[in-house]
């Protein structure tokens, strides 16, 4: 938690205005700053995935709850419960009262004794809690049991609180007539006899005190055990109250939802937090960008102008960095419809197509092409383009770029269909091999990663190789007849993915042979065979 607060801490445009100052180029600071984000980002994620195991865990038991209180035939009322909450309340304030009561009762017994104030204080506890314990016990086991035993307790009590009123009000009475025979006493006269004024001044008012203290004690000790009393009953009454099953799972299910929009809140505030300190680590370096063309000379703005004309003249002929190059084949003949009019799995081609756009990887060289009678030089690429360079987390112009290739590839595959008369699958392949060597430029071109995706029933349908009149002799024959042919295609390096090799029409020997087939063909390319699956559901 504490290096969570120190890293928060960071001002990070800062960090990018000193990131662009310290390195003078544009670049090195984006990857200074990416290094910082990613260590932030890297110190968010436990408390972010500790947050979301909590909120899911609050939601397992929000379900849970909720199916116990309301999905039965007879759900809980929330006015009942609403009631009976009100209810608890009022008890408590009650228990309280009583608490303060009895507290106080026996804080002054016990000072009154003479006893220190620590003392006091653990004696005056200890003797609150007592009839607290003992009553909420009794009321448990005995009281609870019996309606008629309730209404004798509470009668009880409400017989001990008049009773401890009224020898209050005596106490009163007797103050007051004490304070009346002081005031009766106006003069003193020389002839009443010494020793009768005497008597009557030294007597009357001690039995007056005594006769005062004796009620208020009586008064006390009734009104005490009327408090130690309603204490146990209440807390006893409080706890079955609050103890009940449908009422403790309610209020727990109401903290839940009052719980999970909090943390919900500070998961969003946490994966903001690194959103705003990329935005902020931009600004630092723009402002570092523009302090920087402030301070330069004017001799050098001709010289500036010059290098962005020869850099923007060469961008063209500089060639871009690639690191992978990926070819996407979508089979468009109408033999993926052969078991009848539809063309459900030429659309999940396409769709899988779309899944693979949008998650192409950074610098990479992309082509989608089809599947048709002449593959290799009957047809147009799809669409064409490429990816740019990630630099940690800013991943903006990668993101950019794949929607605007998932973009282009849907407006111009809407007018597509699977209507083609054969099915070139080999040729396909040397239009792709074709168009990736036409692009190595450069050594580290020639040495990226090469992949091909193949969206196509793999039933290869031409003159030189009609794979359905073949597939008797067996997949070596058939390896034998395409090499004969010249239509192995040397993919050396290559990574091949098969999908959509729909068994439809097929018997489960056909399409043995043809996987089988497929297999020891790009062996013999030297080929690396991924996957060779039914399904077009794709998975990078």
């Known amino acids: 938690m504490q290096l969570t607060k120190r ?21 090195r600071a984006k990857q200074a700053c990416a290094l910082e984000l990613h260590a932030y980002e890297q110190v968010l994620r436990p408390e972010i995935a500790e947050i979301g195991s909590e909120i899911q865990e609050l939601k397992n038991r929000d379900f849970a709850l909720h199916a116990q209180l309301y999905d039965r035939p007879i759900p809980v009322s929330d006015t009942a419960m609403l009631v009976r909450s009100m209810g608890a309340r009022v008890l408590l304030v009650l228990a309280v009262l009583a608490g303060v009561a009895s507290l106080a009762g026996n804080l002054t017994l ?44 509470i009668l009880g009590v409400l017989a001990l609180s008049i009773a401890g009123l009224m020898q209050l009000g005596q106490a009163r009475k007797a103050v007051v007539d004490k304070a009346a025979e002081k005031g009766t006493v106006a003069s003193y006269v020389d002839q009443d006899s010494p020793d009768s004024q005497t008597e009557d001044i ?90 920087l063309q402030r301070r330069r000379p004017p001799y050098y703005r001709a010289l500036t102008m010059l ?11 500089r060639a871009q960095k690639v690191e992978r190059y990926e070819g996407v084949l979508i089979d468009t003949s109408g033999s993926i ?3 009848g009019a539809t063309s459900e799995l030429f659309r999940e081609y396409l769709f899988s ?62 007018g597509m269909a699977p209507v083609a008369a054969g099915t070139d699958i080999m040729g396909g392949l040397w239009h792709l091999k074709a168009l990736f060597e036409s692009d190595q430029q450069s050594e580290a071109s020639r040495s990226a990663a090469k992949t091909i995706w193949i969206f196509s029933d793999m039933m ?33 390096g290559y990574a091949i993915y098969i999908q959509g090799a729909s068994p439809t029409s097929l018997s489960p020997q056909a399409w043995l042979t043809i996987k089988r087939f497929w297999e020891m063909y790009f062996a013999a390319a030297g080929a690396r065979l991924i996957s060779y699956s039914a399904e077009c559901d794709v998975v990078r």
């Not at 030294?202 to 130690?228: C, I, S, W, Y």
């Not at 909090?262 to 998961?267: A, I």
């Not at 290098?307 to 002929?317: D, E, M, S, T």
């Open 460 to 492: 290869n349908e031409t003159p030189s190789f009609l794979m359905p009149a073949l597939l008797e002799t067996g997949p070596e024959r058939m390896l034998e007849r395409a090499k004969a042919n010249g239509l192995l295609v040397p993919l050396k």
């Open 337 to 339: 419809a052969r078991a």
């Open 307 to 317: 290098a962005l004309f020869v850099f923007f003249c060469a961008w063209p002929l």
């Open 353 to 414: 197509t779309k899944k693979l756009l949008l998650t192409e990887p950074a610098s990479s060289r992309v082509w989608v092409s089809a599947i048709s009678t002449d593959s290799f030089g009957g047809v147009h690429e799809i669409l064409k383009g490429w990816t740019p360079e990630a630099h940690g987390v800013f991943t903006d112009d990668l993101t950019r770029a794949r929607r605007q290739l998932t973009a282009s590839f849907e407006a111009k595959s809407s």
């Open 7 to 27: 890293v928060q801490e960071i001002d990070f445009e800062e960090l990018g205005y000193k990131a662009m100052l310290e390195a003078g180029d544009e670049s």
């Open 110 to 153: 016990f000072y009154l004794f003479g006893f220190g104030m620590l003392v006091t204080l653990v004696l005056a506890v200890g003797a609150t809690a007592l009839p607290l314990a003992v009553g909420h016990l009794a009321y448990e086991k005995i009281v609870a049991q019996h309606k008629a035993l309730q209404g004798a307790l």
């Open 202 to 291: 030294g007597n009357r008012p001690q039995e007056t005190e005594t006769k005062a203290h004796q009620t208020l004690g009586g008064a006390m000790f009734t009104m005490l055990v009327a408090a130690d009393l309603v204490l146990g009953l209440l807390a006893g009454l409080l706890t079955r109250l609050r103890s009940e099953e449908d009422y403790t799972a309610w209020r727990e299910l109401r903290n839940i939802r009052k719980e999970l929009p909090v943390l919900e809140r500070r998961v969003s505030t946490l994966v903001a937090s690194l959103e705003i300190a990329k935005v902020r680590c931009m600004a630092g370096i723009l402002r570092a960008q523009n302090l």
